[in-house]
């Protein structure tokens, strides 16, 4: 007898349990969760693939050399630390603050999803402005926590008015007011980082925690980073997927408060963060010299890719990011993309995006690469 008085491994009748088409009997999901679709990016084999922002450079040699010998003295039969203390005290040096201030995740996701499960829940929501990053959305929504959108302004940047209207939209209806507001800076898929000014008064009026999402922090001309120490309800995330060129390695963290980096822990399962990802993790920071290279280069590539979208029959958005994102004229967005996928370039369409009717977003690749796509770009406008 299962404890509960349940007779087998299946629910008792009135929980949704019903007959396939093969006649075995299967469990639906959670009613909200039947009507995710899921987040997704294509991933088609292509000559150029310039639309998941990655960096177009591998690491240094010098790292995969260490990386490699570091690999040889992990116990792979052993557990890995459990509270990835090393690469937490290396970036916290890295950010002048204390190791219990930092929590680690495999990418940025997971850290997102860390803050919901530790903050959001049902009868909770967040705050997030459109257009935006989606899995500040989805992620909320898989957590069972509700969404309160605001509209970004002409500029694609927070509006002030906005920003009031949405913080207080719970106490007008009756329910909460957001328990996090997301701000993503620079913003995804715009390029805009958000004015230092923005992000304090954004501070100032929520009501609950602030994340900062910066995936793109290294291109920006500031970070929220620096306003650490006067704000404890702020969350800073970072991730080593673009820059640090390890997105192979999903490996991600935060910077935070010791009780809110506590909180996160008490809903992370245990041994989460392999011992690799720990071990790469603190060797990439020893070659921050190079990332910051690797910046400047795509930074210029950036201003010279701007230009030439510019001189096309397109729209051009002002980027503080390593995208850049822009507005087809002569012809449908749809179409455009197509015609760059039939010449083997990949790009990501958003014009289906809340306001970004007629625009696709590129990534900032090499020069080659880069080039490989205006040419493709201008068959298609053609």
């Known amino acids: 007898m299962i404890p509960g008085g349940a007779r087998g491994p299946y629910p008792a009748p009135g929980n949704d349990l019903s007959r396939g088409r093969d006649g075995r009997r299967r469990l639906t999901p959670r009613a909200d969760v ?3 679709s899921g987040y997704h990016s294509p991933q088609v084999d292509v000559a150029v693939r310039l639309n998941t922002n990655e960096a177009p450079e591998p690491p240094p040699q010098a790292f995969v050399r260490e990386l490699e010998a570091a690999i040889a003295g992990i116990d792979l039969n052993r557990y890995p630390d459990r509270d990835a203390r090393a690469l937490r005290e290396a970036i916290a040096v890295q950010h002048g603050v204390g190791a219990e201030q930092v929590y680690c995740a495999n ?48 500029e694609l940047l927070i509006d002030e008015r906005e920003l009031a209207r949405v913080l207080t939209a719970g106490s007008r209806s009756g329910e909460t007011n957001p328990v996090v507001t997301f701000v993503c800076s620079p913003n995804n898929p715009t390029g805009r980082a958000e004015p230092r000014d923005t992000v304090e008064r954004v501070l100032a009026a929520a009501p609950g925690l ?7 922090s290294q291109f920006a001309p500031w970070s929220a980073a620096e306003l650490l120490a006067d704000n404890a309800h702020l969350v800073v995330v970072r991730t080593f997927s673009k820059t640090w060129s390890l ?33 790469a993790g603190v060797l990439a920071l020893r070659h921050g010299h190079a990332t910051l290279e690797r910046a400047a280069r795509l930074s210029e590539e950036r201003g010279r890719l701007s230009a030439a979208l510019a001189s096309m029959a397109t729209d051009v958005y002002p980027s503080d990011a390593n995208f850049i ?58």
């Open 34 to 36: 039947a009507l995710m």
């Open 107 to 154: 990418g940025s996701n997971e850290v997102l999803q860390s803050i919901l499960l530790a903050y959001g829940g049902p009868g909770r929501s967040v705050a997030v402005f459109e257009p935006t990053y989606a899995l500040h959305s989805h992620i909320a929504r898989v957590t069972g926590t509700g969404v309160i959108e605001g509209e970004r302004d002409d």
């Open 210 to 216: 602030v994340v900062v999402d910066e995936a793109y």
């Open 247 to 279: 997105a192979a390695l999903r490996l991600g963290y935060a910077i935070a408060d010791a009780e809110v980096v506590d909180a996160m822990w008490r809903v992370t399962l245990p041994y989460h963060l392999d011992a690799l990802k720990q071990v």
């Open 325 to 382: 994102l822009f507005k087809t004229i002569s012809r449908d967005a749809r179409e455009v993309w197509r015609s760059l996928l039939r010449q083997s370039v990949l790009v990501r369409d958003v014009s289906g995006w809340p306001r970004l009717e007629s625009c696709l977003r590129v990534t900032v690749g090499t020069r080659t690469e880069n080039d490989a796509f205006l040419a493709a770009l201008a068959v298609a406008l053609d």
